[in-house]
């Protein structure tokens, strides 16, 4: 589980994605919001997945648009 802090760190974030995509090449948008509730993630964080238009992305592909480090 992500700890709940005011700063998003990419170490956060590299950690939700490693947990969202074992064993997933592409997850949708709604599964990615689902998931970070259920993990408690930092509104910011949050925030942002919020933000993601609907579709399938990739580890990288939603890395790149959260700021996290490409796997």
């Given at each position: 589980m992500i700890t709940v802090t005011d700063d998003v760190t990419g170490a956060d974030l590299d950690a939700l994605?490693?947990?969202?995509?074992?064993?997933?090449?592409?997850?949708?948008?709604a599964?990615?919001?689902?998931?970070?509730?259920?993990?408690?993630?930092p509104a910011e964080l949050l925030t942002r997945i919020t933000a993601l238009p609907?579709?399938?992305y990739s580890v990288d592909e939603?890395?790149?648009?959260?700021?996290g480090t490409p796997q």
């Amino acid at each position: 589980m992500i700890t709940v802090t005011d700063d998003v760190t990419g170490a956060d974030l590299d950690a939700l994605l490693d947990d969202l995509y074992s064993g997933q090449e592409r997850i949708t948008q709604a599964e990615i919001h689902r998931r970070a509730v259920a993990a408690e993630v930092p509104a910011e964080l949050l925030t942002r997945i919020t933000a993601l238009p609907e579709g399938e992305y990739s580890v990288d592909e939603v890395a790149d648009l959260l700021g996290g480090t490409p796997q």
